[in-house]
């Protein structure tokens, strides 16, 4: 019998503070998931001064359902929490890009109350998505929100054998390297640290250069993923011998500060999630895609874990336990840039 209340997790006043929250009655096309894991997102601590429920990464064994779902049963392996519903009957429902639904709810628009930093998270059905076989528990949480992101992104873009340039390896950038060698292409890593050489190759890259050695690139990529946390420096990346005419530039996040693009009057907009401030000087020399992406509508969303689980796209880990103490240490070390790449809070009986 499921519980009448049950703790979650929210920020106050820059802090994590554990709450307990009344569990509301099934809907019928409602699903009743108890949280095994989550996964610690950047989104997270973005939302945390507007104290909703955090968490948006999250798989756990499903507990009940309502009268009328049929894709899910009690006992399976489900995850989700990011996008969570939608219309159904609009052009963008309609054509698979339900992600784009104007009546759509994602974390941190609607939902306050429902996060997976927490014991228990109630999905629509289709939403929360059955966990494949051949993924273990604590890889598939940070799918649900940065596999998605970062596979979405790339699928919509990548063609078979293009080379690929991902500045950054982190928590996007280690999984982006994996998507994009496994589906084909040849993958040139960019960061600031030799150190990381050798992590890239193993990940799935072919080639690796430090941001001040760029002179050193034989062939332009075709798409440029940003991956960290900061944009690069335009002037460097955005000459023909780097980034090829008519590339694509893919922000896999929001970077701090604005997205200057110089050097080009000619991009073709494929989505935006934010608003940034785009400056554009005059050439008429190159032609660059903007693509902008945010995580992915569901079919896309089945398909990268259908994808992960049978090319062993696997994120790199760390555990903390799901509870006050664990989710502020995992918080504490990724404000610090400390983590090696995704954090994953366990609950105590997984």
């Excluded at 554990?18 to 949280?35: C, D, H, N, W």
């Excluded at 390297?177 to 190759?201: D, P």
């Excluded at 050695?213 to 955005?238: C, H, N, T």
């Excluded at 000619?266 to 995580?295: G, M």
Aim: hydrophobic residues 40%.
């Amino acid at each position: 019998m499921a519980p009448t209340e049950y703790t979650i997790y929210r920020g106050a006043e820059g802090m994590i503070k554990q709450e307990t929250t009344e569990l509301p009655a099934l809907g019928p096309k409602e699903i009743l998931v108890k949280i095994t894991h989550s996964g610690v997102c950047g989104t997270d601590v973005a939302y945390m001064p507007y104290g909703i429920a955090l968490g948006h990464e999250g798989v756990g064994i499903v507990e009940a359902i309502g009268s009328e779902v049929t894709q899910l049963k009690v006992g399976d392996r489900a995850g989700g929490g990011f996008h969570r519903d939608s219309c159904g009957h609009c052009h963008y429902c309609l054509s698979g890009q339900d992600i784009w639904c104007y009546e759509r709810s994602v974390f941190g628009e609607k939902d306050y109350n429902n996060g997976t930093f927490g014991e228990y998270y109630v999905g629509v059905e289709t939403y929360p998505h059955k966990i494949p076989e051949g993924l273990s528990s604590e890889d598939a949480a940070p799918l649900q929100c940065a596999g998605a992101t970062t596979y979405s992104a790339l699928v919509d873009v990548l063609k078979p054998g293009e080379r690929v340039g991902i500045v950054g390896i982190g928590g996007l950038g280690h999984l982006a390297i994996q998507f994009a060698s496994k589906l084909g292409a040849q993958v040139v890593v960019f960061s600031t640290s030799r150190n990381k050489e050798e992590e890239a190759k193993q990940l799935g890259a072919s080639e690796f250069y430090l941001l001040d050695e760029l002179e050193k690139v034989q062939k332009p990529v075709q798409v440029l993923v940003i991956a960290g946390s900061r944009y690069p420096d335009w002037s460097k990346f955005m000459v023909k011998d780097i980034l090829a005419r008519a590339g694509t530039i893919v922000p896999l996040s929001a970077p701090h500060g604005d997205l200057v693009l110089p050097y080009s009057s000619h991009y073709k907009f494929a989505s935006t999630i934010a608003d940034w401030s785009i400056q554009f000087f005059p050439s008429l020399v190159r032609w660059y895609n903007l693509h902008l992406s945010l995580v992915a509508s569901r079919g896309r969303h089945v398909e990268m874990l259908e994808f992960a689980a049978s090319k062993c796209v696997k994120p790199w880990v760390e555990k903390f336990e799901l509870s006050e103490r664990g989710v502020r240490e995992a918080i504490g070390k990724l404000n610090s840039n400390q983590m090696r790449y995704r954090a994953v809070l366990v609950a105590r009986d997984a």
